[in-house]
């Protein structure tokens, strides 16, 4: 009983901060309404006892991603009226769009209600080990039978790295110097300090 | 818990429901207090490092200074600034001070002593702590207003370049433990240093973990010398400026239950947790109950920071972002290979 | 699951991707002043992976030996032949790169070792039998790809080809996600194998759904019609250099992929595939020789240009038989070179103070003042328009043959009716070099690496080149073969 009502929770909910994050006027509540959807989204994982994915969303999506969403957004300067402009022009675009993902929806529906599908199971690799944590099958799956995707998808991040440095990175100097901080721990104080003992009226020759 | 309510005579969800706000209740409310007496705590052991008295009027040693400060903030008018954006201004503490009691949830008190014992405990506190941003960045935005908005960047910059090198340490620990859970990692420290010390800080691999750890967990809680995000030499009060009464006062209980969080990880990843800190039997017709060693550790951990806090100058924040990318990150990326590698030929080879 | 076998069908890739990481460090470390050295070091890992490659192409590897990772990458001889290809057209964009970032300013070091991370991401992706090693094969060549579009961070127009590649390009890779999890969830795995083997016995819509999203989504790689409006301008926008690398190595990749992905994966609902090959091999036809015809800018006409030879590859798939995938790589063989040639023309023109030129109407009475590039450039143009006795009309003839033996007449009659078209710009730039007022603003010498390619290049295509048609034919028939054992 308990995990139908924190289905029907979750469920709702993603459903409404989906919407919200659409058709929120401001952009700043919409990542806000989209963080709320994924924070759902991981809710509707743990249900189905995927705990280490919603884990994972959470931390990334939510913790990360949407950490620089808003960052960026709140940082934008956005003109409202411009925006509902470009709105109208690309109504009937939208409209057509939202269309074919109806009937995509639709489809997909009456595709499950079909008849169920066995999912990745065709040679039993996919199923899940028994008595193991889906960390452990998780685990398993990425080093050994996704090693090559792994990697690889390994790379794609690297390059984008790359990418994002080569694009950004002025090899310009920083305005307030270079600080050697080996060379700054490694100072002691009789090197920096002197003690004097000036003569009256004679000053301090530095 | 579940079990005494089912035994008088509740039905099974009943009892699990009755079970579960009981517990909560009874980790949130002491929580409360000790969040109350640790502000004291920290004022106290400030001004004994500056030669001063600190809180002495109320009560016997200041000790109701806590809840004169809390009674006067209750009292005072909530003002929410015109130009804010009212709903997230309102919103921003509630998540700051929920996130911050939601982690205490998987924080084991003993064995077996945990409202929720579940096996990915310590991703749950990650993401959790990973929440915590938002409650600092919304209340930034929300408040329009510049120095707010500066810290709310800063925090947020500050928290995540952080969360990264603190998310490798934890993950040579769960290496270690070779668990996700609280307890096991705990129960993994057992008599680790030569089946005498209890604690992973007694291991050659994992005690430079720490010591990066304590100093990310300054950092991911905005202690001095990281409490750049409410420097007030240049931000007034920081994302707290336009903020007032309860609200306030929410902002400040969540960072002080965040601190005792951060202790309490301190003590439960690296100093065996509510473990005894010697593998011996020193007494043996008494045993010191579990939580007693933990919230013994927390406070000294709690000390630390105070320690630091009254001692270390701050940082300047390019500074911040260089120990945290060019130092913490490359030292804990190489350590989790180096653990790893080592696991890999000492425990599984 | 056996990795030795594994790890040792990935040889290319692997030696692609630690080099890529030991050089990425090189450059790290020692700077802007290395990039020179890791070009040279690059080419050879290029040569290397080819030489690597090459035999099991001659010996037209196929079967299960090739298979690795349990399905999800397959080595065979169709994957052989266009990572040649590939290594090819990489090894060119990175010779002729050095003189011309040499005029921008020093030439950043991270030029080599993106094109070597985008090689692997082709490489990836012509081997893939899985849904995922398809996408992530893709993403990687497509990220390498847009920042090497706007590797030229001064210059605004780079900056915008950039930027309009990668928001393009993100669609285009949300579509394709979109067709891929339609197909996933209809046929219950991302196999190649696995969706053909349920696809054989029908279709529900939802599967034909996903098979034309995924379809659009390739098409948009390999810029055909009506997913080809990114072209232009990003081939204009990019450095010369990596232009000549977009025009020919991913295109190269894309529509192996493409192939790949056709004949084994939806292999067994050819009919409902085709139409859509079909109608973007005409669209492409047609609409990149009209297009072309307006063009002032070079870079832009030979996008055009491109888009129309997608048109005459895509005619070779989808004829759907071995013969017409043979014909295709022939065809794409020739492309590459072409191409390649091409654009090192362009690069070569040059006024007296170096800066690029790329109006057409620059190269006005070149035969007089450059009679040696003029030349060169009349026969690669020639041959892009297929007139006989050059070799491109080779690659033309195969395809077209190949549709008739496929009954589709019509396709081949309307195909060779557009190439007309196509004609007329190319020998519209002819006439503009050889019969036009000379304007003498190319002035200046060329790289001697730019010349060496040209050379090559133009003798390839010169009808010196038939002496390669027994020996291309053959290893395209072997290649074609290992993709038809598999579907």
Same mark, same amino acid.
């Given at each position: ?49 995927? /705990? ?65 599908? &066995?999912?990745?199971? !065709? ?84 | ?34 969040? !109350? ?125 952080? /969360? ?76 707290? =400026? ?75 924040? &390019? ?31 | ?32 002043? =290395? ?422 290049? =133009? ?29």
């Amino acid at each position: 009983m308990i995990q139908a009502i924190a289905f029907y929770l979750f469920a709702t909910l993603v459903l409404a901060s989906g919407v919200l994050t659409i058709v929120a006027r401001n952009p700043v509540h919409s990542v806000l309404w989209l963080i709320l959807a994924f924070f759902n989204g991981a809710g509707l994982m743990l249900l189905v006892g995927a /705990e280490f994915l919603a884990f994972l969303l959470i931390i990334v999506y939510v913790g990360a991603v949407a950490v620089l969403f808003l960052f960026v957004v709140m940082m934008l300067n956005i003109d409202f009226a411009e925006l509902r402009a470009g709105f109208v022009k690309n109504f009937p675009l939208g409209i057509a769009i939202a269309l074919v993902l109806l009937a995509e929806l639709v489809l997909g529906v009456g595709a499950y209600r079909a008849g169920a599908l &066995d999912l990745g199971t !065709a040679d039993g690799m996919a199923a899940p080990l028994a008595g193991e944590s889906n960390i452990e099958n998780i685990g398993a799956l990425l080093y050994g039978r996704y090693l090559f995707l792994f990697e690889s998808a390994g790379i794609i991040l690297l390059v984008a790295m790359v990418g994002a440095i080569v694009l950004t990175h002025r090899g310009t100097r920083s305005p307030r110097g270079q600080q050697n901080i080996a060379r700054q721990i490694a100072r002691k104080p009789s090197e920096a300090t002197v003690n004097t003992k000036p003569e009256i009226g004679q000053g301090v020759e530095l | 818990m579940t079990q005494t309510f089912m035994n008088w005579g509740m039905t099974h969800e009943w009892a699990w429901f009755t079970a579960t706000i009981a517990g909560i209740l009874l980790i949130a409310l002491p929580l409360m207090l000790a969040v !109350a007496m640790i502000i004291y705590a920290d004022r106290k052991i400030w001004a004994a490092m500056a030669l001063r008295r600190g809180p002495n009027v109320v009560g016997p040693f200041g000790l109701l200074q806590s809840f004169a400060d809390g009674l006067k903030v209750f009292l005072q008018e909530t003002i929410v600034p015109s130009a804010s954006n009212k709903g997230l201004f309102l919103i921003a503490p509630i998540i700051t001070f929920t996130v911050a009691l939601a982690a205490w949830a998987v924080i084991p008190f003993n064995s077996g002593a945990v409202l929720s014992d579940i096996n990915v405990g310590l991703l749950y506190i990650l993401a959790i702590s990973s929440l915590g941003v938002y409650g600092v960045v919304v209340s930034g935005w929300a408040s329009n207003s510049k120095y707010p908005f500066f810290s709310a960047m800063r925090a947020a910059a500050q928290m995540i370049s952080y /969360e990264v090198s603190i998310g490798f340490i934890l993950i040579c620990v769960v290496l270690w433990a070779g668990t996700f859970n609280m307890n096991g990692i705990i129960e993994a420290q057992r008599g680790h240093g030569f089946g005498i010390v209890n604690g992973f800080f007694f291991n050659l691999l994992l005690f430079p973990m720490w010591v990066m750890f304590l100093i990310s967990s300054l950092a991911e809680t905005a202690r001095a010398p990281f409490d750049l995000t409410e420097a007030e030499s240049e931000l007034v009060a920081g994302y707290q =400026t336009e903020y007032s009464s309860m609200s306030f006062a929410l902002f400040w209980l969540g960072e002080y239950a965040n601190v005792l969080l951060m202790c309490a990880l301190n003590a439960i990843l690296f100093f065996g947790g509510w473990l005894p800190p010697l593998n011996i039997d020193l007494i043996p017709w008494f045993d010191v109950p579990g939580w007693i060693w933990l919230f013994a550790k927390i406070l000294f951990f709690f000390f630390v920071f105070s320690w630091i806090k009254a001692t270390v100058p701050r940082f300047r924040y &390019d500074q911040l972002m260089r120990l945290g990318w060019k130092v913490f990150l490359p030292l804990s990326l190489a350590f989790v290979v180096i653990v790893s590698g080592y696991l890999m030929f000492t425990r599984y080879g | 699951m056996d990795f030795s076998h594994s790890l040792s069908l990935i040889l290319p890739e692997i030696v692609l991707s630690v080099a890529g990481l030991v050089l990425l460090l090189v450059a790290a470390w020692g700077g802007d002043k =290395t990039s020179r050295a890791i070009t040279i070091a690059s080419c050879v890992v290029l040569a290397a992976c080819f030489a690597i490659v090459a035999p099991s192409v001659c010996a037209a590897a196929m079967g299960p030996d090739t298979v690795a990772f349990g399905g999800q990458f397959t080595a065979d001889a169709f994957a052989g032949i266009a990572k040649l290809m590939i290594f090819a057209a990489a090894g060119a964009a990175l010779v002729i790169a050095p003189a011309f970032f040499g005029r921008y300013g020093i030439m950043r070091a991270e030029y080599p070792v993106l094109i070597l991370f985008s090689t692997l991401g082709m490489a990836i992706m012509v081997s893939a039998t899985d849904l995922m090693t398809l996408y992530i094969g893709l993403e990687l060549q497509s990220l390498a790809a847009y920042v090497l579009a706007s590797f030229l961070r001064t210059d605004d127009r780079s900056a915008e080809a950039g930027l309009k590649y990668f928001v393009l390009g993100a669609l285009a890779s949300g579509i394709l996600l979109f067709g891929m999890s339609l197909v996933y969830g209809f046929t219950g795995t991302t196999d190649f194998g696995g969706i053909r083997a349920a696809l054989s016995g029908g279709m529900a819509t939802g599967a034909l759904f996903g098979i034309v999203f995924v379809l659009a989504g390739l098409a948009f790689k390999i810029s055909a019609v009506p997913f080809h409006m990114w072209t232009p301008d990003v081939y204009e926008g990019a450095p010369t250099p990596v232009t000549a690398f977009f025009a020919s190595a991913p295109k190269v990749a894309a529509i192996a992929l493409t192939a790949r992905v056709a004949l084994d994966a939806f292999g067994a609902q050819a009919g409902a595939w085709q139409q859509v090959v079909i109608f973007a091999a005409l669209a492409s036809i047609v609409v990149g020789a009209l297009g072309a015809i307006g063009q002032a800018n070079v870079k832009r006409l030979l996008a055009y240009s491109s888009i129309n030879n997608v048109g005459f590859i895509l005619i070779g798939l989808a004829t759907g038989t071995a013969e017409g995938v043979s014909a295709m790589l022939v065809y794409l063989a020739i492309y590459v070179a072409m191409t390649v040639g091409s654009f090192v023309a362009v690069l070569m023109l040059r006024n007296a103070e170096g800066e690029a030129l790329e109006a057409i109407s620059d190269m006005a009475g070149l035969s007089r003042t450059k009679p040696l590039l003029a030349l060169c450039l009349a026969m690669l143009m020639f041959s892009l328009a297929g007139i006989p006795p050059l070799f491109g009309f080779w690659g033309k003839f195969v395809v077209f043959q190949a549709a008739v033996q496929a009954d589709m007449v019509a396709l081949a009659a309307i195909g060779i009716a557009a190439s007309v078209i196509g004609a007329f710009y190319y020998i519209k730039i002819v006439k503009i070099m050889y019969f036009d007022e000379p304007a003498n603003v190319v002035q200046g010498r060329s790289d001697w690496a730019h010349w060496a390619l040209l050379a090559i290049s =133009t003798a390839a295509m010169s009808p010196l080149g038939y002496l390669l048609t027994p020996w291309l034919g053959e290893l395209a028939d072997g290649a074609a073969a290992a993709l038809f054992l598999a579907a």
